[in-house]
Protein backbone atom coordinates (compact mmCIF):
# COMPACT_ATOMS: atom_id res chain seq x y z
CA UNK A 1 0.00 0.00 0.00
CA UNK A 2 2.63 2.22 0.64
CA UNK A 3 4.45 2.07 -2.71
CA UNK A 4 0.88 2.10 -4.44
CA UNK A 5 0.87 5.84 -2.24
CA UNK A 6 4.38 6.59 -4.14
CA UNK A 7 3.33 5.98 -7.40
CA UNK A 8 0.29 8.73 -7.39
CA UNK A 9 2.14 10.90 -5.01
CA UNK A 10 3.76 14.29 -6.36
CA UNK A 11 5.88 14.11 -3.93
CA UNK A 12 7.54 11.33 -5.28
CA UNK A 13 7.86 11.41 -8.84
CA UNK A 14 11.32 11.08 -9.82
CA UNK A 15 12.79 9.44 -7.00
CA UNK A 16 12.54 5.45 -8.26
CA UNK A 17 12.30 4.10 -11.58
CA UNK A 18 11.09 0.51 -10.56
CA UNK A 19 8.45 -0.59 -7.76
CA UNK A 20 6.87 -3.46 -6.26
CA UNK A 21 3.82 -3.67 -4.89
CA UNK A 22 3.25 -6.82 -2.69
CA UNK A 23 0.00 -7.36 -0.58
CA UNK A 24 -1.70 -3.88 -1.18
CA UNK A 25 -2.59 -0.97 -3.28
CA UNK A 26 -3.51 2.35 -1.96
CA UNK A 27 -7.12 2.28 -3.33
CA UNK A 28 -8.08 -0.50 -0.78
CA UNK A 29 -11.15 0.73 1.15
CA UNK A 30 -9.53 0.65 4.00
CA UNK A 31 -7.36 3.59 3.07
CA UNK A 32 -9.20 5.53 1.20
CA UNK A 33 -10.59 8.62 3.12
CA UNK A 34 -10.63 12.50 2.90
CA UNK A 35 -9.84 14.67 6.17
CA UNK A 36 -13.00 14.12 8.15
CA UNK A 37 -11.90 15.25 11.45
CA UNK A 38 -9.00 15.64 13.92
CA UNK A 39 -9.38 12.54 16.61
CA UNK A 40 -6.68 10.51 15.30
CA UNK A 41 -3.53 14.22 15.28
CA UNK A 42 -5.33 14.82 19.18
CA UNK A 43 -4.60 11.16 20.78
CA UNK A 44 -1.46 11.60 18.91
CA UNK A 45 -0.52 14.81 20.43
CA UNK A 46 -1.47 13.83 23.84
CA UNK A 47 0.11 10.51 23.71
CA UNK A 48 3.70 12.39 22.64
CA UNK A 49 2.74 14.96 25.61
CA UNK A 50 2.18 17.89 22.77
CA UNK A 51 -0.40 20.61 22.53
CA UNK A 52 -3.25 20.89 19.89
CA UNK A 53 -1.83 24.25 19.16
CA UNK A 54 0.34 26.09 16.82
CA UNK A 55 3.21 24.70 18.38
CA UNK A 56 2.18 21.09 17.39
CA UNK A 57 4.88 20.64 14.80
CA UNK A 58 7.77 21.92 16.60
CA UNK A 59 7.32 20.08 19.13
CA UNK A 60 6.57 16.31 17.65
CA UNK A 61 9.70 17.24 15.50
CA UNK A 62 11.47 17.78 18.67
CA UNK A 63 10.72 14.14 20.39
CA UNK A 64 13.01 11.19 19.64
CA UNK A 65 12.06 8.96 17.10
CA UNK A 66 12.57 6.12 19.70
CA UNK A 67 9.54 7.67 21.34
CA UNK A 68 7.40 8.55 18.03
CA UNK A 69 7.57 4.72 17.09
CA UNK A 70 6.29 3.50 20.74
CA UNK A 71 3.52 5.83 20.37
CA UNK A 72 2.81 4.90 17.08
CA UNK A 73 2.87 1.23 17.92
CA UNK A 74 0.56 1.86 20.88
CA UNK A 75 -1.46 3.92 19.11
CA UNK A 76 -2.10 1.44 16.51
CA UNK A 77 -2.29 -1.98 18.53
CA UNK A 78 -4.01 -0.84 21.53
CA UNK A 79 -7.04 0.67 19.83
CA UNK A 80 -7.54 -1.45 16.86
CA UNK A 81 -10.27 -3.74 18.54
CA UNK A 82 -12.25 -1.15 19.89
CA UNK A 83 -12.32 1.30 16.49
CA UNK A 84 -14.06 1.28 13.41
CA UNK A 85 -13.11 0.66 10.03
CA UNK A 86 -12.63 4.09 9.47
CA UNK A 87 -10.79 4.61 12.24
CA UNK A 88 -7.58 2.70 11.39
CA UNK A 89 -4.51 5.56 11.21
CA UNK A 90 -3.35 5.59 7.32
CA UNK A 91 -2.55 7.99 5.05
CA UNK A 92 -5.65 10.29 3.74
CA UNK A 93 -6.12 12.45 1.22
CA UNK A 94 -4.47 16.40 2.08
CA UNK A 95 -4.01 17.75 -1.07
CA UNK A 96 -0.04 17.57 -1.05
CA UNK A 97 0.92 14.38 -0.32
CA UNK A 98 -2.40 12.66 -1.68
CA UNK A 99 -4.07 14.93 -3.92
CA UNK A 100 -7.21 13.10 -4.72
CA UNK A 101 -8.64 9.08 -3.50
CA UNK A 102 -6.21 6.63 -4.77
CA UNK A 103 -9.12 5.39 -6.97
CA UNK A 104 -9.82 8.39 -8.45
CA UNK A 105 -6.19 9.06 -9.35
CA UNK A 106 -5.51 5.65 -10.66
CA UNK A 107 -8.93 5.93 -12.44
CA UNK A 108 -7.57 9.49 -14.65
CA UNK A 109 -4.51 7.95 -15.29
CA UNK A 110 -2.83 10.43 -12.39
CA UNK A 111 -0.11 8.21 -11.45
CA UNK A 112 3.25 8.08 -12.06
CA UNK A 113 3.48 5.99 -15.64
CA UNK A 114 6.97 6.12 -16.40
CA UNK A 115 7.67 3.18 -13.14
CA UNK A 116 7.86 -0.36 -13.89
CA UNK A 117 6.02 -1.49 -11.95
CA UNK A 118 5.31 -5.51 -10.36
CA UNK A 119 2.42 -6.37 -8.60
CA UNK A 120 1.50 -9.19 -6.31
CA UNK A 121 -0.92 -11.01 -4.21
CA UNK A 122 -0.32 -14.07 -1.38
CA UNK A 123 -3.06 -16.68 -0.41
CA UNK A 124 -5.27 -15.97 2.52
CA UNK A 125 -4.67 -11.97 2.42
CA UNK A 126 -7.92 -11.68 3.88
CA UNK A 127 -7.09 -13.92 7.51
CA UNK A 128 -5.56 -10.82 9.11
CA UNK A 129 -9.18 -9.74 9.62
CA UNK A 130 -9.69 -13.09 11.50
CA UNK A 131 -6.94 -11.51 14.12
CA UNK A 132 -8.36 -7.74 14.36
CA UNK A 133 -11.76 -7.90 13.07
CA UNK A 134 -14.69 -9.98 14.27
CA UNK A 135 -16.12 -10.17 17.54
CA UNK A 136 -16.23 -13.84 17.88
CA UNK A 137 -13.73 -16.69 18.22
CA UNK A 138 -12.92 -18.42 15.29
CA UNK A 139 -10.98 -21.09 16.26
CA UNK A 140 -13.80 -23.73 15.51
CA UNK A 141 -15.24 -22.13 12.35
CA UNK A 142 -17.59 -19.62 11.86
CA UNK A 143 -21.63 -19.95 12.53
CA UNK A 144 -24.39 -18.87 9.96
CA UNK A 145 -25.61 -16.34 11.54
CA UNK A 146 -22.01 -14.81 12.72
CA UNK A 147 -20.80 -14.73 9.07
CA UNK A 148 -23.76 -12.73 7.74
CA UNK A 149 -23.21 -10.14 10.61
CA UNK A 150 -19.54 -10.12 10.47
CA UNK A 151 -19.75 -9.22 6.71
CA UNK A 152 -22.74 -6.66 6.64
CA UNK A 153 -21.47 -4.86 9.85
CA UNK A 154 -17.34 -5.14 9.19
CA UNK A 155 -16.93 -5.86 5.91
CA UNK A 156 -15.06 -2.71 4.17
CA UNK A 157 -16.51 -0.79 1.37
CA UNK A 158 -15.08 1.59 -0.99
CA UNK A 159 -18.30 3.70 -1.62
CA UNK A 160 -21.62 4.11 1.01
CA UNK A 161 -22.99 0.41 1.75
CA UNK A 162 -26.35 -0.51 -0.04
CA UNK A 163 -28.46 -3.38 1.73
CA UNK A 164 -28.82 -4.87 -1.79
CA UNK A 165 -24.58 -5.38 -2.32
CA UNK A 166 -24.59 -6.60 1.42
CA UNK A 167 -26.96 -9.49 0.50
CA UNK A 168 -25.08 -10.15 -2.99
CA UNK A 169 -21.61 -10.59 -0.66
CA UNK A 170 -23.18 -12.86 1.66
CA UNK A 171 -24.65 -14.67 -1.51
CA UNK A 172 -21.21 -14.88 -3.27
CA UNK A 173 -19.23 -15.81 -0.20
CA UNK A 174 -21.72 -18.59 1.36
CA UNK A 175 -20.95 -21.94 0.76
CA UNK A 176 -24.42 -22.90 -0.49
CA UNK A 177 -22.92 -26.75 -0.62
CA UNK A 178 -22.71 -27.18 2.90
CA UNK A 179 -23.87 -23.79 4.27
CA UNK A 180 -23.84 -25.09 8.05
CA UNK A 181 -19.90 -25.79 7.75
CA UNK A 182 -18.70 -23.66 10.32
CA UNK A 183 -14.71 -23.93 8.77
CA UNK A 184 -15.77 -23.02 5.71
CA UNK A 185 -17.71 -20.23 6.62
CA UNK A 186 -14.09 -18.68 8.19
CA UNK A 187 -12.15 -19.41 4.96
CA UNK A 188 -15.06 -17.39 3.26
CA UNK A 189 -15.11 -14.95 5.65
CA UNK A 190 -11.01 -14.83 5.05
CA UNK A 191 -11.76 -14.64 1.33
CA UNK A 192 -14.87 -12.13 1.36
CA UNK A 193 -12.22 -9.46 3.34
CA UNK A 194 -9.25 -10.46 1.39
CA UNK A 195 -10.99 -9.60 -1.91
CA UNK A 196 -12.45 -6.44 -1.34
CA UNK A 197 -9.01 -4.85 0.41
CA UNK A 198 -6.40 -6.45 -1.30
CA UNK A 199 -7.19 -8.69 -4.29
CA UNK A 200 -9.31 -6.33 -5.94
CA UNK A 201 -7.54 -2.87 -5.74
CA UNK A 202 -4.68 -4.25 -6.52
CA UNK A 203 -5.96 -5.68 -9.69
CA UNK A 204 -7.84 -2.25 -10.42
CA UNK A 205 -4.38 -0.74 -10.16
CA UNK A 206 -2.51 -2.95 -11.99
CA UNK A 207 -4.95 -2.85 -15.02
CA UNK A 208 -4.42 0.96 -15.01
CA UNK A 209 -0.50 0.58 -15.00
CA UNK A 210 -0.75 -1.65 -17.71
CA UNK A 211 -2.79 0.86 -19.99
CA UNK A 212 0.38 2.94 -20.63
CA UNK A 213 2.80 0.71 -20.91
Known amino acids: MSVSLHLISPLSKGLFHRAIMQSGAS ?24 SMDSTLVECVRGKAVKDILRVQRTFTLDNHETRSTQDFTAPIVDGELVPDLPENLFK ?14 TSNEGALFALIRPPVQLKDGLEPNDFETIVKSQMLYAREKREIIEDLIVFEYTN ?14 MEAFG ?7 IMREAKALAKVK
Open 27 to 50: SSPIYSGKVANTKHLELFAKLVNC
Open 108 to 121: TGKFHADVDVIAGL
Open 176 to 189: HADPGNKIALRQSM
Open 195 to 201: DSVFDAP
